[in-house]
């Protein structure tokens, strides 16, 4: 079935640092492409999101790129702030039938002043 | 900005008793679902509800559990007899289906849902 694989945390930076976490999917077909946000405490938060192959999604200064020949989605920033530590969480949804979400497991981001 | 609301915001329930969480999706979406996360872990898909009736759901989604849309706009998720397992973070979400588009899901803010 489908399944959204994506690096295992936590991940540590440091103030201005760039930001990569890797997110692979398997999928039949062309799924929507998603991160999703969790702060401390909170919900679910849209972060961006792609819907075809070679579309980016940005928000925020986040940037990811759907690549269908790898099948991935890495997330990017180039100088994460302290106000980024969260919970991502990568993320696809079948263009079909009940159009469920599928969550990766959640990558943590730390980042220290 | 509309957006999907969700009460209680915490729920805390003796295993065994049954637990009604309720949501109020946006107001012209046709998709809703139930989603929950136990602590620390991924969030996982439960069910999906269209045009009054199920549409898919996962093998969590066991004969414990039902939902409803009893009225225009409230959707509910019911646990028959909770079981300590059953502590999560319940979201509920919902999704506009139009032709076209990317279909994202808005989710709620959550339902902690406490079993001792």
């Known amino acids: 079935g489908d399944s959204v694989t994506q690096m295992e945390g936590p991940v540590t930076l440091s103030e201005e640092a760039f930001l990569t976490i890797n997110c692979t999917y398997t999928?039949?077909?062309?799924?929507?492409l998603f991160w999703y946000v969790q702060y401390p405490g909170e919900g679910l938060q849209l972060l961006l999101k792609?819907?075809?192959?070679?579309d980016k999604g940005s928000n925020k200064g986040f940037e990811a790129t759907y690549r269908k020949e790898t099948t991935s989605f890495h997330l990017e920033k180039g100088s994460v702030q302290v106000s980024d530590s969260a919970v991502y969480f990568c993320?696809?949804?079948?263009?079909?039938?009940?159009?469920?979400?599928?969550f990766g497991a959640g990558t943590r981001l730390f980042v220290k002043a | 900005e509309p957006e999907v609301t969700q009460t209680p915001s915490h729920q805390v329930t003796q295993m065994g008793q049954e637990v009604i969480l309720r949501c109020v999706p946006i107001?012209?979406?046709?998709?809703f679902y139930w989603y929950r996360q136990i602590l620390g872990q991924k969030v996982e898909f439960l069910v999906s509800?269209?045009?009054?009736?199920?549409?898919?759901k996962s093998e969590i989604f066991d004969d414990q559990f039902s939902v409803e849309r009893p009225d225009g706009s409230n959707f509910t998720l019911k646990i028959r007899s909770t079981k300590l397992e059953d502590s999560a973070m319940y979201f509920c979400?919902?999704?506009?289906?139009?032709?076209?588009?990317?279909?994202?899901?808005?989710f709620g803010p959550g339902t902690r849902l406490t079993v001792t």
């Open positions: 979400a919902s999704r506009l289906r139009t032709g076209t588009g990317s279909y994202e899901q808005y």
């Open positions: 509800f269209y045009n009054n009736e199920i549409s898919e």
């Open positions: 107001s012209n979406h046709l998709y």
């Open positions: 792609a819907t075809k192959a070679d």
């Open positions: 999928a039949t077909g062309y799924p929507s």
């Open positions: 993320a696809l949804s079948p263009n079909t039938g009940g159009f469920k979400t599928i």
